[in-house]
């Protein structure tokens, strides 16, 4: 079964930053979009940023200028570079490998990994 796995998660202090990785095997993610997901407790999942196969990105606006999606095709992972987190970018970040820049249809999806952002 393929699946996604992501690392990298952990607790941070308010301004600080976090890398997230994203990798799959059993399949060739080279043509797919890669994404990250987030959702807090009592709130829907939300798109946080997502990357084409030839490097386009989506940003959710509330991320714009602090994170930065990553592809590396060869390793069939995708990074997500968290800089001046603060405390309500807290939530499951979910990775997945499929869907558009702006929707996760039919995507291959990870299991989470929790950030939080806490001093």
């Known amino acids: 079964q393929v699946q996604p796995v992501e690392s990298g998660g952990g607790l941070v202090q308010p301004g600080g930053s976090l890398r997230l990785s994203c990798t799959a095997s059993g399949h060739t993610f080279s043509f797919y979009v890669m994404g990250w997901y987030r959702q807090a407790p009592g709130k829907q999942r939300e798109l946080v940023a997502t990357i084409a196969p030839f490097g386009n990105t989506n940003y959710a606006d509330s991320v714009k200028g602090r994170f930065t999606i990553s592809r590396d095709n060869a390793k069939n992972t995708a990074y997500l570079q968290m800089n001046s987190l603060k405390p309500e970018d807290t939530a499951v970040y979910y990775c997945?490998?499929?869907?558009?820049?702006?929707?996760?249809?039919?995507?291959?999806w990870g299991q989470g990994t929790q950030v939080t952002v806490s001093s």
């Open positions: 997945c490998f499929g869907g558009t820049l702006y929707n996760p249809t039919d995507a291959y």
